[in-house]
């Protein structure tokens, strides 16, 4: 009786403990804030340009208004992570695991996110000009106001995403068919050969 009433209280502590212990960052980043402790304020992030965060677990990580240009995040994993007005233009970010990923305002401008998994990311007046996003996925991604002009679109998943008052003009690789997969695409600025009948 004792060994089983010991051993309970073994496996308790040991839960406990596991429960408690944190994901540890690279030096400058920090766990998500939620509730209360979460601001939606613009400021500047840490300052992380060119750093190598290739393959790193970064899920969760409050990385709001980090100035990220040219940093390598190939492969890292971002997801859920809250990326609030990050700048970063010309950052590596192929097959980078962004799903769920909080990037409204985010600057991509030149970015490489080639295979990257965007699916239930909310990208709200992001910033995607002259970015590569071939074979990247954003299923159910939120694209509302984001702006998109003169990307290829070639080979990017579109499923599902929310296209409203998104700038798609001079896109490449965007036809009626895939535009009509979409939603709220009726409000997104667009070329007229994308009018599509509305």
Not at 21 to 42: D, H, V
Not at 91 to 98: K, Q, V
Not at 103 to 131: C, E, I, P, S
């Amino acid at each position: 009786m004792r060994l089983t009433i010991l051993s309970t209280v073994m496996l308790v502590v040991l839960f406990a403990v596991a429960c408690t212990q944190t994901q540890e960052y690279p030096a400058g980043i920090q766990a998500k804030k939620t509730g209360a402790g979460r601001t939606n304020l613009p400021h500047l992030g840490p300052d992380l340009r060119g750093r190598n965060f290739a393959n790193a677990d970064l899920s969760n990580a409050d990385l709001v208004g980090a100035y990220l240009h040219q940093a390598n995040l190939r492969g890292a994993n971002l997801q859920s992570a809250d990326l609030l007005e990050a700048y970063l233009r010309s950052a590596d970010l192929r097959s980078a695991n962004l799903q769920g990923a909080f990037l409204f305002h985010a600057d991509f401008t030149g970015a490489d996110l080639r295979g990257a998994n965007l699916r239930n990311a909310n990208l709200t007046g992001a910033v995607l000009q002259d970015a590569k996003l071939d074979k990247a996925d954003f299923t159910g991604a939120n694209l509302a106001g984001a702006h998109m002009q003169g990307v290829d679109l070639h080979g990017v998943t579109l499923a599902g995403v929310n296209l409203y008052d998104s700038h798609l003009r001079g896109v490449r690789g965007m036809t009626c068919s895939r535009l009509l997969q979409t939603l709220k695409w009726e409000s997104a600025f667009r070329d007229e050969a994308l009018s599509c009948g509305k």
